[in-house]
């Protein structure tokens, strides 16, 4: 049961490597998916009480309110459950640019229930648009997929030994440079757009390409 219910409702916790927008952003979605949800219920007992008084009186006006119960009532569930799985879990692998853009379309579905989780993931999208615009430099344009390609080592001929790297000769006694602060965090370099990232993240978070 449990299981079932993880494919539908997130955890409301956010990884605590997530910027304080996008956290922020998270959070709203996740209240979004819940007021879906809610409507999922409110869209079941009104068709059920509607078809039940047409069936009793005969009211043409009963079937109609009933079927369109039941198909908002549809159209609430798949978005409570897909918003969970193209924002909520985009935004906990690191893809902020696709979890930013499929939420514009669940707040054309949030028009379903009356809009009202239009309204917290309309807040979601103004949120991860200010953490992408903040960590973005000026210009900056993500790589579109194929566009960089990797390009593996050439060996070296047979008859030739293969170089050997000269040592690496550190900075002087005395000397320090304190601007410099090395990655505690493993990194992963993407193999489609060359950008490195963390290895913990399941894709790219700059092409949303899968890691290998």
């Excluded at 509607?50 to 609430?76: Q, R, Y």
């Excluded at 924002?87 to 692998?93: L, S, T, Y």
């Excluded at 991860?128 to 566009?147: C, F, K, Q, R």
């Amino acid at each position: 049961m449990s299981s079932a219910l993880d494919t539908i409702v997130a955890p409301i916790s956010s990884p605590p490597w997530l910027p304080r927008d996008v956290a922020e952003g998270r959070r709203y979605a996740w209240w979004a998916g819940i007021m879906f949800l809610l409507w999922v219920l409110i869209w079941f007992v009104i068709a059920i009480v509607e078809l039940t008084l047409f069936a009793v009186g005969d009211h043409i006006s009963g079937l109609m309110i009933g079927l369109v119960g039941l198909v908002a009532m549809i159209i609430c569930f798949m978005s409570a459950m897909f918003l969970k799985r193209t924002v909520i879990d985009a935004i906990d692998q690191g893809r902020f640019h696709d979890a930013k853009n499929d939420t514009v379309v669940w707040i054309l579905f949030g028009f379903a229930a009356f809009a009202i989780p239009s309204i917290p993931l309309i807040i979601t999208y103004i949120k991860l648009s200010d953490a992408i615009s903040a960590h973005t430099p000026v210009g900056y344009m993500p790589y579109a997929p194929g566009t960089v390609a990797a390009q593996a080592p050439q060996a070296p001929p047979h008859h030739q030994a293969p170089p050997v790297p000269a040592p690496v000769q550190g900075p002087p006694p005395g000397k320090q440079h304190p601007q410099y602060h090395p990655h505690t965090t493993p990194m992963l370099r993407c193999k489609n757009c060359n950008v490195q990232f963390p290895t913990f993240m399941h894709t790219c978070p700059n092409c949303g390409a899968p890691k290998e």
